[in-house]
């Protein structure tokens, strides 16, 4: 499904505000017929009244009104669908929201560089089928595998040191969550692209490097921050400038790993590089190395055309229109 006019949408902010002057001005008339005469002279002066009747006449008048709304945004759907082979390599971009990673001895900070390198990669690697993994103590997949490299970007966008409760740094773990959203074939070419500053506190990596090792999956890292290390921002409302302590309240500082992120990368025959300012040049190069161990043959169903369904939802738009303008405010005798 696709949606044609995507910005018409925004006219159904107004309908909350049409539902609340519709509440008050009900619930002054009310109040004014009850301080003008009792129940029972209004029955005699205006007979027939109802207090239901104009309820549902708006609820019919909303509803047409929603979906004439939804009619004008022209939703599409695939009229027809083919299977296309594709060939490229099934790819884990692995990607570090520990609380490290805000800190700033790279551009704007270590998570957003790793963000940008990652959309980076997606773009020049438009055969490959992709997962999106974020870690920190724990490793979640935001993105399970898919050729949908849109998507999988508009996930990463939304990726912050919130999006992992638990903070910390598990690399072994993220390194095994990555091989769990690739397909458990071995007929497949897969790769790994971890993006992080190495910082590892649980020394499960050596296990888990193995494993992908036996398995032929490429580990290609990327290392974010410099050596001499840098304090990580910890802002609060008092002290928007605080940095992160440890329990003896010295400033902690944290460095780059390379040394690990290196030796992760020759175990399983893929390389490490260090991120600067040329990141186009970093993404070029990761890119041509993965598609050097390989490509895989596999089906995508593409939709060869759209047709508009508009009228499914302007004909009951104008009949909930047609029923209001017949619905009377008054009971006929």
Known sequence: MRIDEPYYFSLLLLIPVAVWIFWRFMNWRSSSLR???????????????????????????????????????????????????????????????????????????????AKVLAADILNKSSDNRVSLVAFARTAITMVPLTPDHAAAEMVLNSINTATIPEQGSDIGAAIMEGIRSLPNNQNHFKAIVLMTDGEDHERKISEAVDFAAGNGIVIFTAGFGTEQGSRIPQPNAEFPEAVKKDAEGNQVITKLNSGLLTEIAMKTGGDYFHFNKNNSEIAGEITKQIASIGSNEYNQKIASGYESEFQFFLFPALLLLFIEVFIRNRKIK
């Open 35 to 113: 301080s003008w005469a009792s129940y029972p002279l209004i029955e005699k002066i205006a007979p027939g009244i109802s207090a239901a009747r104009p309820k549902i006449k708006f609820i019919a008048l909303i509803l047409a009104v929603v979906l004439t709304i939804v009619a004008l945004t022209n939703l599409q759907f695939p009229s027809s669908e083919k299977n296309e082979k594709r060939h490229g390599v099934d790819v884990a971009i692995v990607l570090d929201a520990s609380t490290s990673m805000l800190a700033r001895d790279v551009d704007s900070n270590r998570i957003e560089a």
